[in-house]
Each structure stands twice: as C-alpha cells, then as structure tokens.
C-alpha cells in the first residue's frame, strides 16, 4: 500500500495495545524465549510509538502501548507457570479466542500473577485455578487499560486512554477455583497475594 503511512494510527491505539500485550504473553509461555525487545523508545513519530507528542503544543501522553506494556510490567513475576488456559471465541477475532493467558509466581509461591488480554467488547468471566488456595479468600489487585472502542488512542498528546486499577477478595472453592470478571478490550495484570488470605 503506497499510503501506508496512513495506517500509523492502528499501531498506537487500544487495539494496538491488546495486540503487543497479547504477543508478549504468548512469548512469555515458551520458555526458549529468553527475552524479546518490541519498542524504540524514541519512536515517537513513526509507527508503535510509546509517546506521543502534540507538535503544536507542549502536549505529551503515554500511547495505549505504553500503558499495555507498563501494566504487565507491574504484575511481572520470576517464574512462568505451566498452566492450561481456553477461550471461546464470541469476539470474532480471527485468532479464534477472546482471551489469552499466562500465569506467573514468585519464588516461594506465596504471590501468584496473572496477565490476560480479552478482546471480546464485552465483559468477560473466567476462571482460574490455584491448587494453594483451595478454600480461601485472597485479596486481587487488578490493573486494567480498557475502552468500549479499541480505536481509542492518545494521538495529540490528550490522555483519553489511561490504566485504572481495582482492588477486591476473591474465593477460590474447594478444588481451588475462582471466578474473575475481565473488563472488555482490555490489557490486564492481576496479582494475587497470598499474604491477604482470609480462612
């Protein structure tokens, strides 16, 4: 496409970010990957910017990218967990799932993190499974990075698009499992804190 420039747009908004974090989630969960670099962080004029600047002004905002990419960040932890995960596909999205997965701990086990992208428009519930916390209640810190359009950007330097975060308890059954409510077109981290268990 000889106007291909005009396209620069779609690699700085919400669905940019879903798409980047989706990337780095299926990365994480193969462990021949040792590390991956996706961003430049001068990128700021050309396509997946991490910033943008409003040339007319002194105007300045982190892009969807950014806040993704931050947000899987804050819920990083040092080991991958092999674990199993599925979707349905409501969403349409030719990739053939609504949500995608990975799920971390720390070393003694005592925090476990989940990174979740879901690309459906709508809210949607999961459930996860921890063996360690059959039974209990542990508290949930939620960041998310949402929009009911995922063309949203902050394009101009306006902050539009921005992380918010949600703090609740969670009870996992007997068998360990839990239900947690997703927000639509979203980048999620979630840390469970075994610390915050309630018997």
Same mark, same amino acid.
């Given at each position: 496409?000889?106007?291909?420039?005009?396209?620069?747009?779609?690699?700085?908004?919400?669905a940019a970010a879903i798409s980047v974090a989706d990337m780095a989630i299926a990365l994480a969960a193969d462990p021949l990957i040792k590390g991956q670099f996706i961003h430049a962080l001068h990128a700021t004029n050309g396509p997946w910017p991490l910033f943008h600047r409003d040339a007319d002004s002194s105007r300045f905002a982190p892009s969807a990218v950014y806040?993704?990419?931050r947000i899987l960040r804050q819920h990083m932890l040092e080991n991958v967990i092999a674990s199993e995960a599925g979707s349905a596909n409501r969403s349409g999205y030719e990739g053939g799932y609504d949500v995608r997965g990975l799920m971390m701990a720390n070393a003694d086990r005592s925090t476990y993190a989940l990174w979740l992208v879901n690309r459906h428009v709508q809210p949607v519930e999961i459930?996860?499974? !921890?063996d360690v916390f059959s039974g209990r209640t542990v508290?949930?810190?939620m960041d998310f990075l949402s929009a009911p359009d995922s063309a949203i950007s902050n394009y101009g330097g306006i902050s539009r698009l921005r992380p918010r975060q949600?703090?609740?308890?969670?009870?996992?059954?007997?068998?360990?499992?839990?239900s947690i409510e997703l927000p639509p077109?979203?980048? !999620?981290?979630?840390?469970?804190?075994r610390g915050g268990i309630e018997r």
């Open positions: 496409d000889t106007n291909w420039k005009s396209n620069w747009q779609q690699t700085g908004n919400l806040w993704g990419m459930k996860v499974g !921890i508290q949930a810190t949600k703090t609740s308890a969670v009870t996992f059954d007997s068998r360990g499992d839990a077109n979203s980048v !999620i981290g979630i840390t469970l804190n």
